[in-house]
C-alpha cells in the first residue's frame, strides 16, 4: 500500500509507503523462475555482508526493509547480534550524522515548532491511526552521545522501533517513528544547504513547553492506544517532560529509565560475582558514576534499588552512590549544581574539589565504576589499573554510545584488569581470546530493555508506566541468564535470545502494572502466570 503523505518541508511530490503487508504474490512471469525463499535469503546476507563500510550496510537493510520487509525482519531475528550494530548503535549514530546526506524517502512523522496550535492536523496525516501502538519520539538534541542533530535524530527513532518489531514482535504498522523539529543549536548543520530541518535556533524552553503540552495531548487523542518512547532528548528536557507527562500519559524515558534498569540488570550479575570473589556483602558495594547527564543520573537513581532491595533504607542507599561531573565529585557546598544532581550530592565531604578521576578513585575506593560521560577514553590505564588493585574483580562499565566515545574498550578492560574485569558497555565490542578461555563483553544497552517493557506496557494496555514496572524490567532481565550463560560469566543473555527475553520482561511488567493499579487491561488480572506468558507469546508478530 503507497500512502501519500507529505511532510512540510517538502513539495509534495514524495511518497510514504507503509510496512509491511505481506507482499502479494506477483503475477506467474514477473519473477525469476526458481527464485526460492530459502536461497534468496542467503543471497540478501551475501550481498548485505558485501558492503565494505557499515554505513553501506545500513543504506543496504533500510532499502530490505522497505522492499521486502519479511525478509528484512526474518534475517533480523536470525542474525541478531550482525545486525544490531549496524540497525542500531553504532552505525545508527552515523546514520544519523548523515541522514540529510543519505535521505531518500520518508518514513516516520515530523512534527515541528510551525506546526504549533495545529499539531492535530499533522497527526491525523498518519496512515494507520488505528493500529498506533508505540511511537519513539525524539527531538534530536543529544543523539546518543553526538550532541545535537536536529532532524537528523529520525533514524535512532526508526533504529529503535525496528528492535520492537524483531526483538519484541510488536507489528510493523502499530509503531511510529516520530522526531520534533523544534531547531537545532549545530552550526554546521544550519549552514548545510542539504540540511532537511528548519533552518534556526532551538527555541527557548517555556515555547517548548507548550509544543510538548499541545503534542502529548493530540497524541493521546489521536492515538489512544499509543505507549509514548521519548528517546534523546537533552538532559534538562529529558527529566523536565518525564516528570511533566508521566502520571498522566503512558510514556517513559528510554535513556533515564531504559538504560538505569539495563544497567541495574548487569550490575545485579555482576555484584554477585564480585561479592563472591571479596566475601563482601552485597550490601556494600559502593559505585562511581563518572557522568551526571539524564543517563547518569538515571542510571544512579535506578541504582538506588538495588541496595533497597537487600535491605538498605533510601538515605543508605544513597551513601553507596557518588557522582563526577565536569567539575570533578558533585558535593554539597561546591558552588551550584544542576537540579539533577542536588539528590546524589554527597554531604559527608567538606575538602577542597577533587578534580582528576584518579583522586576520586582514590577517596572513594568504589567497587564499581560507571562511564556515562561521552568522554571517549576517560577510563585511563591508571584508573582501570586502580580499580584493579582495589578490588579483586572490579565492575567496569564504560556506557557511553556510540563505541568511539566509550570510556575504555573491553581490550584495555581486560589486559589492565589481567582479566578481572565485570565488563559492559553501551556500545558492542567484540569477545576476546584471555588465557586459553574467550572473554565476553557484556552490553549493557536499553535496547534489552524496552522492547519488553513496551510490549507489556503496550498488552496491558497501561494508564502510566509505574517505577515498579520499570525495576520488575530490570529484574526479568537480570534473572533471565541461562546456566550456560552463567557459567560463561555472561552479565547478559544473548541477544538471539531477544524475543523469549522480551515475553519473560513482559509478563514481570503486566505484573507489576497491576500491582500499581495502572493496567486497562484487567482480564489479564486473572491469568496464572504461564496463561499470561502464552498471552503474551502469541501476540507476538512473526516475519
Ligand atoms: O541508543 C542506544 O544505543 C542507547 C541509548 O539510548 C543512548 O545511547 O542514547
Ligand atoms: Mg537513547
Redesign the pocket.
Known amino acids: 500500500m503507497t500512502i501519500v503523505l507529505t511532510p512540510y518541508w517538502s513539495n509534495g511530490v514524495q511518497k510514504l509507503k507503509m510496512a509491511p503487508q505481506p507482499p502479494p504474490k506477483p503475477a506467474h512471469g514477473l519473477t525469476p523462475p526458481t527464485l526460492d525463499e530459502e536461497v534468496h535469503a542467503v543471497r540478501c546476507m551475501k550481498q548485505f555482508r558485501g558492503k565494505e563500510k557499515d554505513i553501506e550496510k545500513y543504506i543496504y537493510l533500510s532499502m530490505l526493509k522497505e522492499q521486502d520487509p519479511h525478509m528484512f525482519y526474518r534475517l533480523c531475528l536470525n542474525h541478531m547480534s550482525e545486525f544490531t550494530p549496524i540497525i542500531?548503535?553504532?552505525t545508527?549514530?552515523q546514520a544519523c550524522q548523515e541522514y540529510s546526506h543519505n535521505y531518500r524517502r520518508p518514513e516516520g512523522l515530523f512534527v515541528s515548532i510551525k506546526d504549533k496550535g495545529k499539531i492535530r492536523s499533522v497527526l491525523r496525516s498518519w496512515p494507520k491511526m488505528d493500529d498506533a501502538r508505540i511511537s519513539v519520539v525524539t527531538d534530536g538534541s543529544?543523539?546518543?552521545?553526538l550532541g545535537d542533530l536536529g532532524i537528523n535524530g529520525m533514524p535512532?527513532s526508526i533504529?529503535?522501533l525496528s528492535l520492537y518489531i524483531a526483538g519484541a514482535g510488536i507489528r510493523p504498522h502499530s509503531t511510529i517513528p516520530i522526531t520534533l523539529d523544534l531547531g537545532t543549536n549545530t552550526q554546521k548543520y544550519l549552514d548545510d544547504p542539504l540540511y532537511l530541518g528548519m533552518r534556526q535556533r532551538r527555541v527557548p524552553t517555556d515555547v517548548m513547553t507548550e509544543f510538548m503540552d499541545e503534542f502529548m495531548h493530540e497524541m493521546s487523542v489521536a492515538f489512544p492506544k499509543l505507549l509514548v518512547q521519548f528517546?534523546?532528548f537533552s538532559t534538562d528536557h529529558a527529566f523536565l517532560y518525564l516528570e511533566r507527562f508521566r502520571n498522566k500519559y503512558p510514556v517513559f524515558n528510554?535513556?533515564i529509565q531504559?538504560?538505569g534498569a539495563v544497567v541495574l540488570s548487569g550490575f545485579i550479575n555482576a555484584a554477585r560475582i564480585a561479592s563472591a570473589a571479596s566475601g563482601e556483602p552485597l550490601s556494600s558495594h559502593r559505585i562511581l558514576f563518572f557522568g551526571a547527564g539524564s543517563?547518569g543520573v538515571g542510571v544512579a537513581m535506578q541504582l538506588m534499588s538495588f541496595f533497597t532491595l537487600e535491605g538498605l533504607t533510601e538515605d543508605q542507599a544513597r551513601e553507596c552512590i557518588w557522582l563526577v561531573d565536569s567539575q570533578g565529585l558533585v558535593y554539597e557546598g561546591r558552588g551550584p549544581l544542576a537540579e539533577h544532581k542536588e539528590y546524589f550530592a554527597r554531604r559527608d565531604y567538606r575538602g577542597p574539589p577533587i578534580k582528576d578521576l584518579l583522586d576520586v578513585l582514590d577517596y572513594v575506593k568504589p567497587t564499581a565504576l560507571m562511564g556515562l560521560s561521552t568522554v571517549s577514553g576517560a577510563f585511563s590505564r591508571a584508573a582501570i589499573e586502580t580499580m584493579a588493585a582495589l578490588n579483586p574483580r572490579p565492575i567496569i562499565f564504560p556506557?557511553?554510545?556510540?563505541v568511539k566515545l566509550s570510556e575504555c574498550t573491553f581490550d584495555d578492560a581486560v589486559k589492565y584488569t589481567n582479566g578481572t574485569v565485570l565488563f559492559a558497555s553501551?556500545?558492542p565490542f567484540p569477545e576476546i581470546p584471555w588465557q586459553g578461555r574467550t572473554l565476553f563483553p557484556g552490553q549493557g544497552?536499553?535496547?534489552y530493555i524496552f522492547p519488553g517493557l513496551g510490549l507489556g506496557s503496550i498488552l496491558a494496555r497501561c494508564s502510566a508506566v509505574s517505577d515498579s514496572m520499570v525495576e520488575a524490567s530490570s529484574l526479568g532481565l537480570a534473572n533471565s541468564l541461562t546456566e550456560d550463560e552463567t557459567a560463561a560469566g555472561l552479565l547478559y543473555p544473548q541477544i538471539e535470545r531477544i524475543r523469549e527475553i522480551s515475553a519473560d520482561i513482559a509478563l514481570q511488567v503486566i505484573r507489576a502494572a497491576q500491582e500499581a493499579g495502572v493496567d486497562r487491561h484487567t482480564e489479564l488480572r486473572a491469568m496464572s502466570d504461564a496463561e499470561l506468558l502464552a498471552f503474551v507469546n502469541s501476540k507476538m508478530w512473526n516475519p
Open positions: 542500531y548503535t553504532p545508527v549514530g543529544r543523539i546518543l552521545g535512532i533504529g529503535k528517546e534523546d528510554d535513556d531504559g538504560t543517563a556506557l557511553s554510545n556510540p553501551g556500545s544497552n536499553n535496547m
